[in-house]
Nanobody, 123 residues
Framework: QAQLVESGGGLVQAGGSLRLSCAAS????????MGWFRQAPGKEREFVAAVSWTGDSTYYGDSKKGRFTISRDNAGNMVYLQMNNLKPEDTADYYC????????????????WGQGTQVTVSS
């Protein structure tokens, strides 16, 4: 069983940047495509980004590409989400996710979830 632990959330002003990290342990990390989701209060969990097993392919949810960048380090069992030019509407809990099906990540075909890290963007 894989375990995912997110870190790097916090309070940032609009226009600022944050880098979220996800540390994976347990099952063979490189066997999983990885993704990031977010959930704002009172809203459904929303797909943010996904990265393939090798890290050479990525895709993003609507309006995320250009401001958000997902990457992974298989040697270190890490996944990252670099977030730039943050807006108040980016405020949410951000979740790391692992899936054996890269192309279905955005449809929430997820094998493992992390516990989440909170991001608050002030105006």
């Amino acid at each position: 069983q894989a375990q995912l632990v997110e870190s790097g959330g916090g309070l940032v002003q609009a226009g600022g940047s944050l880098r979220l990290s996800c540390a994976a342990s347990g099952r063979r990390f490189s066997s999983y495509a990885m993704g990031w989701f977010r959930q704002a209060p009172g809203k459904e969990r929303e797909f943010v980004a996904a990265v393939s097993w090798t890290g050479d392919s990525t895709y993003y949810g609507d309006s995320k590409k250009g401001r958000f960048t997902i990457s992974r380090d298989n040697a270190g069992n890490m996944v990252y989400l670099q977030m730039n030019n943050l807006k108040p509407e980016d405020t949410a809990d951000y979740y790391c996710a692992a899936s054996t099906d890269y192309y279905s990540i955005r449809r929430r075909s997820i094998d493992y979830w992390g516990q989440g890290t909170q991001v608050t963007v002030s105006s």
